[in-house]
């Protein structure tokens, strides 16, 4: 079965895809010289997925432990929304 993801540009011109991992965490890489790493360091995952969720979504993460399903069908709709 495929992978699904969310991939992430910023205005500051940083890359990320979002996805679930096999525990229903979220799973953040980053793009660094063409490569996709994994960023492991759970500090790390929330702060950026809190600053992409309110970048993207144009509002505040819901709360400390909100469903990683919620916020990725939250990012997915907002991306829809920018589509022509």
Request: charged share 20%; glycine share 4%.
């Amino acid at each position: 079965m495929p992978e699904i993801g969310l991939w992430i540009h910023t205005a500051q011109d940083e890359v990320f895809l979002i996805r679930k991992d096999v525990q229903g965490y979220p799973c953040l890489m980053r793009m660094r010289d063409g490569t996709l790493i994994s960023v492991s360091d759970r500090q790390e995952i929330k702060q950026l997925a809190t600053s992409l969720y309110a970048q993207v979504t144009g509002i505040p993460y819901p709360h400390a432990h909100a469903a990683t399903r919620q916020m990725l069908w939250d990012l997915l709709e907002a991306a829809v929304k920018q589509l022509p």
